[in-house]
């Protein structure tokens, strides 16, 4: 063991050394990749060295996601606190399912979940749990709309009149959860947004009280915070009066910025959010922990023991099950996520949680600044969103984002609203100051200006 972490240190002491000259890893198409890389795995083992050699390859070649040229994802940066409790729940691998099996660890999952249910402002009804993924705490969230509006289902199988209403600017979980539940995707609603990508809400209504009419079952409304382009935060607050007037179970997507809830600053953009019914938010997002770390939060945790407890009901539930975090868990075995947040959260103090969110803020109105002041740009941002949005030179956004990748000069990634296509920069890595921000306009902007030929080889006219 002691060899094996001499080497993870050895490995990575080189690869932070290597960063910062080289923020982009080489490129390796992937047609070319089984040929440039020793991937296949043999009958006989190799040498200790051998290992090495590869180990260090196969790192050195990996995206870089942490570095200041790394844009292209919801997430980005390191930090060194959470993963120092991510590397610690690896060395030892309790899983969180029984008080027996993870003992204090089970204590740092309910104090995160516990202190997020008080800033959102529920009481000692609320609940929560850590899932693989926004993707998955989004799936536990309709499971629960489903059972509390058809408690049999969870027994008898789905009856075919449930319907589900999301924005068409929402993430893609939402149909497919719907296919993994019984719902169906063609039971999914895709309701309209407005100009700046927020779902309209008298759209939503229509849609509603249209499928009344003809029989179906409303069953969830799924709301956003940070739709994946333009980072919009749809009307929480709306949209809780009409699930309240029909009844709906309410869920808030907030896998990309619901992490604004830690800013006092910014925690307006989720007005009414102790209304609704579930809420998810990504710490691996906003938070900058290792991925994944994805919270799900439930106003009455009830529904958590209805729909993911083995056993018949909430009501046989013993007090020692409090702590047997397994009978509210999507999975069996599950990592300790929890650990890594704590870990940050405890070392930064809840203070600490909002600088993070109020630097992505203010590095997006440096971008968001640049963009409007330079007339080579086109702007397509919205305010209040850390999702920074643009075209240059009228360059075709995904010619100009790919060409970057090949080149190892950024990694950035593009996004469409309505006919639109164009670069969308997310300032989501707090490690990263005002200059990195103007260095990705200065090394986009010399990339185009000493490529002419590629981009005129990829008949773009610059
Ligand atoms: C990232 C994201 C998800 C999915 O989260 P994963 O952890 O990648 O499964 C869901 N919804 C939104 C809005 C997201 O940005």
Redesign the pocket.
Known sequence: MKKSLELFQQIVHNLLEDETKNPVAEFVPSGELFERMDLDLEEHPISEEDLATILQDLVFKAPRTATNAFFNQ?FGGRNDKAILGDLLSVMLNNSMYTYKAAGPMIGVEKAVLRKVCDIIGWDENAGGTFAS????T?FMGMLMARDSKQNEARYEGVKNNLTVYTSAE??Y?TPKNAAFSGIGRNQVRSIAVDEVGRMDVDALEAAIVQDINEGYVPTLVNA?A???VLGAFDNVDAIAGICHTYNIWFHV?G??CGSVIFSKKYTHLLKGLEKVDSFSL?A??MMGTPL?C?LLMVKDKKYLYDSFSNDASYLYQTDHDDFNLGKTSLQCGRRNDALKFWTLWKSVGTQGLEGMVNKQFELADVARDYVRNHEDYEDFSIDDSISVCFNYKGIPARDLCTLLYEHSQLLVGYGSFGDREFVRLVTINVNNDKDVILNFFATLERFVEENEALFLKNRVSV
Do not use: V
């Open positions: 919801l993924g926004g993707s998955m989004n929402s993430h979980s956003t940070g739709t994946t997507d896998a990309y990504n691996h997002k994944t994805s």
